[in-house]
């Protein structure tokens, strides 16, 4: 079976990469080179010049096209005419050449963001209500998905991220921007350096005032994938899931559970001004995908989530590479 991943020099894209490959016929296309490993079927290429796009699509002929290569920074959020061009366009391009080429699946990355906050945890069919680009240009994107792709022959499965993390040491991938700015290993780069944690907002309507998140192991992820693929194998129905833990944690417990697992006297971070587009409480439900897919979480327990960062990070600095942060 052939696969091409979009934004396969990405977090996610890079892991998936790198796992798939060992199964499957697997090209990866990026604007971007990948920053650590090769892919030996990789094409360089911006997915808005659609001409282009079709013809490697054309060219590579794959059964499934999982599509990742998205703008999702909360930090550039003001940005709109980026995440609109390169989340909504790209998609619409994307779709145009499915059809095209008659491609017969899809798995689309897309996000919690497109959720409005709730106390409750998130299913599929809670209330949607994005507050910032990202999630509203993510929705535009499954709506499109929906639309473009009802009744045709291409079946497809959106899988809504909530926030993924950590590594896979076992394959020496996982998570390399620079800057950094997400929060796991941000903490993991501050605490191994003993230098002052910062946390974005203490303003949330929540207990100790700071945003709660549901954090899932890249590992979880992968395997989501892998039987989301078996799915759409065997011609079932399209689906849209959430993936994640089922377990929130807010930001500042996420910073004690690092002074836990480092073993460090507790001490007070200190607070920025709360981001634009950071909502108070968002976590999953994944009932659907153990009724559709089987699938449940096995690597994300908070702890291991953070040994995998921590052990990761130090290899990437045993490779002479440095990342900065947003703060």
């Not at 079709?54 to 002929?61: E, G, M, R, Y």
């Not at 945003?211 to 890249?218: A, P, T, W």
């Not at 507790?266 to 709360?274: A, D, Q």
Request: glycine share 4%; net charge positive; aromatic share 12%.
């Amino acid at each position: 079976m052939k696969i091409l991943i979009t934004g396969s020099s990405g977090y996610i894209g890079s892991c998936l990469y790198e796992c798939l490959n060992k199964k499957y016929d697997v090209y990866g296309i990026d604007k971007e080179l990948p920053k650590l490993k090769k892919q030996k079927k990789f094409f360089k290429h911006d997915l808005i010049n659609i001409r282009k796009t079709n013809k490697i699509i054309s060219l590579i002929k794959p059964s499934l096209i999982i599509h990742l290569a998205a703008k999702s920074t909360v930090d550039s959020i003001d940005k709109k005419k980026d995440f609109i061009k390169n989340n909504t366009i790209v998609t619409k391009n994307i779709l145009k050449c499915i059809k095209k080429n008659k491609i017969k699946h899809l798995i689309f990355s897309s996000t919690a963001a497109v959720y409005r906050t709730s106390n409750k945890k998130l299913t599929e069919l809670s209330k949607i209500q994005p507050n910032n680009i990202y999630g509203k240009t993510k929705l535009s994107c499954e709506k499109n998905i929906v639309n473009v792709l009802k009744n045709k022959s291409t079946n497809y499965i959106i899988f809504r991220f909530f926030n993924v993390c950590s590594s896979l040491l076992s394959s020496k991938i996982g998570e390399i921007h620079n800057p950094e700015t997400h929060l796991i290993p941000i903490l993991a780069k501050k605490f191994k350096e003993n230098k002052k944690i910062y946390i974005y907002g203490n303003n949330f309507k929540t207990k100790d005032k700071t945003c709660i998140r549901d954090y899932i192991h890249i590992a979880d992820i992968v395997r989501a994938f892998e039987l989301g693929i078996k799915h759409l194998k065997q011609n079932k129905k399209s689906q849209i899931i959430n993936l994640g833990s089922e377990n929130g944690f807010s930001t500042l417990e996420i910073f004690k559970k690092f002074y836990d697992y480092y073993n460090y006297k507790f001490n007070n971070p200190f607070f920025k001004k709360r981001r634009k587009g950071d909502t108070d409480k968002l976590i999953c439900n994944n009932k659907k995908a153990y009724k559709i897919l089987r699938w449940k979480p096995k690597y994300s327990h908070i702890f291991k989530i953070i040994e995998d960062e921590k052990k990761w990070l130090n290899y990437v600095e045993k490779k002479g590479i440095y990342r900065k942060t947003i703060y």
